[in-house]
């Protein structure tokens, strides 16, 4: 019997990836249980310098089967598959547009710590 204690999984991560025309790619992870803010002021968890971005545009509420993303009254709106939307789930391969940031959405499993 061994005395070392085996790595625990890590669990699911979803990953939203941006390729901005001229910029540098943005990739933001979110594991089960996280709630994160996204918008272009330094109050938001997570910021994205956009111009149409509201300071705080939306949260994320990351969950073991879903994503959740929740517009916070955004002067410009948060889109899901190109349809504004208020509150939705997002899933593996769905795009979330905040702004003129398209954000593709992916769900991984994560390897194990160690």
């Given at each position: 019997m061994s005395s070392a204690a085996e790595p625990a999984p890590l669990?699911?991560?979803w990953q939203l990836?941006?390729?901005p025309q001229g910029g540098r790619a943005a990739v933001l992870r979110l594991r089960p249980d996280m709630v994160r803010t996204?918008?272009?002021?330094?109050i938001?968890?997570?910021v994205v310098d956009a111009p149409l971005l509201s300071r705080v545009h939306c949260r994320l509420t990351a969950h073991a089967d879903m994503l959740l993303v929740?517009?916070?009254r955004s002067t410009n709106?948060?889109?899901v598959n190109g349809r504004r939307v208020e509150r939705a789930a997002l899933g593996?391969?769905?795009r979330l547009t905040?702004?003129?940031v398209e954000f593709a959405v992916s769900r991984h499993s994560a390897a194990k710590a160690g």
């Open positions: 669990g699911p991560e990836r941006a390729d996204l918008g272009r002021a330094t938001a968890d997570l929740e517009d916070l709106g948060t889109y593996d391969g769905d905040v702004g003129r």
